[in-house]
Structures are given as structure tokens and as C-alpha cells.
């Protein structure tokens, strides 16, 4: 939350920040400015959510920088003060929205009551609307959850009548028609870094759950089967007369118009594919595997540097095998798709789960020459080497593990050896990531404290910082105060008076070049800041630290 102090007074707006940030919390951001054309720039760059104005300021009234504040920010709250009980100004003041009067000659407490009381009236109102919107998010991602639980069945060869029967007894809702073609969408997401590979996977999956709601309007029923991280399967049957649009046309403006907004709004690459023709359900995985084998042969050929819609040839079979030779989907493959999801995510529980089915499927068969069980082998083998790869953590594995039995299966003299060695690279992996997490973290601290000492004399906010890291101010702060034990302007206070100090004890500059030099708008201000965390004066710390030198 910002607050903004803005007074034509430097005094005041210090000794007001001073005062609000002593007893805040550290969510809480306080922006200083000493004129009203100053606010105004201000406001122009930040979303305002509380601003405490002096009604009487040369040039800009306060009346009229919040009347300019209010036409940016509707819902910002404004206190109002003043050395003067005018009804005037009172007046003048009620009469915009969210708005409340103080004289200056109040107590601290009363000044505080007014500033707090303010902040929860905001809060509460943040609280409604995020209530309303959480709640739309979860039923999204619960109704999403209730159609990947059919998909699955669906693409592990389920039934299409027993579904059809079982959401009936059930009285669950499907979006799409069980006994109609579906167009079917391919998209591979191109994560950039390792950090956006690992943001929390709900809140992804409900960037491109609400996107394609807002395509999909008029237009199309849709449902999505979640793969693997950044992997997606999107099934569309039209909403509209197919006699007033062709249905394939409008389905591939859909699919620019998602490549676009991933490029252009999330900056993401992605790679879509689109099936030529409608599919039937009975055969929704062999169009779907297609779509998978072409978008890996594109991605081969030619390396991806913009998102790219591309449209199967009329006669797909004829890129790949012959329609007999499609592997059929079994529990094996679901398994197989578990353990990559588990792998992306991160979730070394799930994935040791799945990784313990699989072995269990390969010691039944026993034989080190049997062709499926070296499928199984060969498809994980596969699977981590392409994660190694992307992470680049040859090196990082190689003090650690050897490698090349990963691919040299004949090292092995049983599946239980051969498993035992893919559970400890694996291992191994999770604890490279988590160790690369941990360090990149301890960075981004340094990367922080190393701005803040060089730029000790400037105003230093949540909202600066994060432009320079390239990080959310939310995360700065609680990941600031996980690994440091303090907040962010707790931080840049102590560093500040630890700069006062060392130049109070080292050098014959001014009190008022020293406030200057660590951040204090005036001498005034810097002393009861200083003073406050020391318990002394500057000059009083200065007199003591001289003497006690030359003794």
C-alpha cells in the first residue's frame, strides 16, 4: 500500500513519516513530496492509495492536487491538513470522495487513529474485491480440475459412453459435447528462466484459462488438458452457426490472437499447432500425438525465436508413422506424463511415487531385453537428459554421479539396479535445483544491499528497487525479510545511521552535509531519526566518539 505525505513544509512531511512508519507495518510505503505539481508527477508514475495533504500550499492547493489525484485513482483516500478550522476548507474538502479533515495542531495519536483508520477502510474494501475475485479463480480452477480428471479418463482409453452416463448420475457439467468432433489446439510454452519454470503452476494455469475466456466469447466451448508444465492441450466446439463463419478460420484467429498476447503481454514464446479437421473422441490421441510429433520436428528444424500458429498438412499420417504403428495410450504413458509433470514442478515426492510404479512395471517383466520395459527405461532416460540439458547441470552432476549410464543401459545387471541409479541421479537433480534456488535468492539479497550502499543519499522505496532487480515489490519484501530477519526500510534506516556514524566519527563535515549525504531531506529530521536509534544526538555521539578516540 502507498501513502503519500505532501506538504510545502519539509519538517512536517519528515516528522509525519517519521511517525507513520513507526508504527506501521512493513507493507506499507511512504512517498514524500513538497509541493502539490510534485504529487501530481508523483501520481502520474504510482497508484496512490492514501494521500495526507496540507489544504495550504503556494502554487498547487491540496484541494486541487487530490481533485488531480482522485481523476487517476478514483478510490484513493485523502486527509486533509491544516493550521487553520475553516469551514471553508472543510467544506471544500467533503466534497470529494473518501475524504477526511485534521488540524495539524492534533495529538500524534489522533493523527495516527485518523492514518490507521484510513488504511482499513482500504483494506476492507481490497479484502471484498479480492474475495470476489478469488472466488471466481477458484471455481475456474476447480471446474478445470473436474475436466482434467475426464480428459484423463478420455485419453487413457476410456469409455466415451460410461462418461457420458457417469456425468449424467452425477449431474456434472462438461463444456463440450461427448457426442460431437472437437477441434484440437497444441501449445508449447517456452519458459525463458528457470524462475517463471517454477512459478506456482495455478496461478499460469489461470493466466491461460482467463485468456482463453476472453478469445473464446461468442465463439467457442473450450476445456484444456494440462500435460506437463507449460505443455497444453486445447479441445474447442463451436458456439456460433457454422453457416454465418467457417469454424476452422475462426478457430486459427483464436490461435494468433493467444500466440500474439503470450508474445506481446506475458513475453512468453510459444509454439501452437493446430489440427486440420475435427476430431472424434475415439481417436482424439492419435491426432493429438501428431500434433505433439509435428510441434517437436518444428522445433528441431528451426530454433524458436517469435510464437508461431502452424496448421497440420491435410494429410498429417503421411509426416509420421502409418496410422498402425501409433503407440496406444496405456497407463504406462500417464505414468510416464506424471513423472515429467513431477520433474517441471519440482515435487520430488510425487515423482519418486510415480518413478517407484514404473519400476515395479519393469521388475515384473524382469528381463533386461525385453522391448517394453527398455521403452520405460529409454522414455525416463530421455526425460532427464532433456532436463539436464535445459538447466545445463552436466557440470553441477558430474562431482556427484556418473552419467553415461544413464544411456548405457547394459551397465546394469537387473531393473532394480538400473531404477536404483535413475532414483539417485534424480535425487541429485532436486537437491542441484533447490540448492540454484536457494543461491540465485541470496544474490538477488546481495544484488539489493550492494544498490542500497551506493545510493544511501536518494530516496530509496520498494517501488525503486524492484525496477532495478526486475522482481515484484511483494516478493522483494517478504523474501527480504525471510533471509534477513528485518524489513527492507528497517534495512535502509540502519545502513543509513551506520553511514552517520562513520562520517560523524571520520570527518569534520556538518550535521547538515552528513543528513544530507545518508538521505535526510533536513538536519532536522536526521537528528530525531538519529537519535531515536542511537539514543544520543548526532553532535552528542560525535563529542563522545572524539573524545574517546583521542583518550
Known sequence: MKLLIVDDEHYIVNY??????????????????????????????????????????????????????????????FIFLTAFDNFEHIYAADKLDHSRYLLKTESDEVILDEV???IREIQSEAAKLHLLSTASQKSMLLSHLLQQTI???????????????????SFSEFPLDLNSPVFLMYTQIHHRTFQEKYRIHSRTTLEYLQLMDRLCVNKFHYSMLDLEQGTLLWLFQPSFDPSLASEFDLLESLANDFSDYCTD????????????????????????????????SFITKAPLIYSSVNILDDEPSSLF??????????????????????LYQ??????????????????TIRSMHDIRAIKIYMSIALLLLNYIDLYQLQEHLASKIALYQLYYIYDFSSWKEAFHYIGSLSHHLFEIQDSKKTDKNNLLIQKIKLYIGQHLSETINLATISRVVNYNETYISRLFKQLTGISLSEYVSQER?????????????????????????TSQYFSIVFKKMTGVSPSTYRKTHLYTRGD
Open 321 to 342: 508413422l502409418h496410422s498402425g504403428d501409433y503407440i496406444e495410450r496405456t497407463e504406462i504413458d500417464r505414468l510416464l506424463q506424471e513423472l515429467t509433470f513431477s
Open 346 to 363: 519440482g515435487s520430488e515426492t510425487d515423482y519418486a511415487a510415480v518413478l517407484k510404479k514404473l519400476e515395479e512395471e519393469c521388475t
Open 265 to 296: 503481454t506475458l513475453h512468453r514464446h510459444v509454439t501452437v499447432v493446430l489440427y486440420p479437421a475435427a476430431s472424434d473422441w475415439e481417436n482424439i490421441y492419435k491426432n493429438f500425438y501428431t500434433l505433439q510429433q509435428y510441434a517437436d
Open 151 to 169: 480428459l484423463k479418463e478420455i485419453f487413457s482409453g476410456g469409455s466415451i459412453d460410461k462418461i457420458i452416463q457417469s456425468l449424467q448420475i
Open 497 to 521: 545511521i551506520k553511514k552517520a556514524k562513520q562520517l560523524l566519527s571520520s570527518t569534520s563535515e556538518s550535521i547538515q552535509n552528513i543528513a544530507a549525504v545518508t538521505g535526510f531531506d
Open 116 to 118: 490507521f483508520s484510513a
Open 16 to 77: 509525519l513519516a517519521a511517525l507513520i512508519l513507526e508504527h506501521a507495518g512493513e507493507d506499507l510505503e511512504v512517498y514524500k513530496c513538497y509541493s502539490g505539481i510534485e504529487a501530481m508527477d508523483l501520481a502520474k508514475t504510482m497508484k496512490i492509495d492514501l494521500a495526507l495533504l496540507d489544504i495550504h500550499m503556494p502554487g498547487l492547493s491540496g484541494i486541487d492536487t487530490a481533485s488531480g489525484i482522485a481523476g487517476y485513482y478514483p478510490d484513493c483516500r
